[in-house]
């Protein structure tokens, strides 16, 4: 097991160093640690728990909200089925997850013009502005990860 965790840490720390690279625009000569990527894993646990609501955060409700969100930084509609796919888990648990969160405001649905059965999915303003701090915070933790080396 110790050789798998091993590689599977160093291979974590190399996806870690070339999205922060390419995040941050710098070179990919940096050294960012295993250690250096478990503290920020467990840095990112911490932030999101900081930040948003605690019920998201150990349940299938964060890939919920993350699907939506980023359907919507992309520009393009996001279906209760993809919401479901994203959960990871089976679809009547999705959907009471989703139903829970509509409920709650943090996400709204609207049908579309064409066919009034679609329903599309869009994060609140109070869900948007969460995710856009956890995201800020998430970077600025990159930032500080990178600069360090």
Not at 47 to 71: F, H, K, N, Q, T
Request: aromatic share 6%; charged share 20%; proline share 3%.
């Amino acid at each position: 097991m110790g050789e798998n965790f091993n590689i599977n840490i160093q291979t974590a720390a190399a996806t870690l160093q070339a999205a922060a690279a390419d995040l941050l625009h710098v070179s990919g000569g940096a050294h960012i640690s295993s250690n250096d990527v478990l503290v920020d894993l467990e840095r990112s646990k911490q932030s999101r728990r900081g930040v948003l609501p605690a019920d998201w955060c150990e349940s299938p409700a964060l890939d919920i909200v993350m699907e939506i969100y980023w359907a919507q930084s992309e520009q393009r509609r996001c279906y209760i089925k993809h919401a479901v796919l994203a959960s990871g888990v089976p679809q009547a648990t999705a959907t009471r997850y989703l139903h829970r969160l509509i409920a709650q405001g943090w996400i709204q649905k609207s049908s579309t013009n064409s066919d009034r059965r679609k329903v599309l999915l869009a994060p609140s303003e109070a869900t948007s502005d969460l995710i856009n701090q956890w995201i800020t915070e998430r970077k600025n933790d990159l930032i500080k990860l990178v600069s360090k080396t």
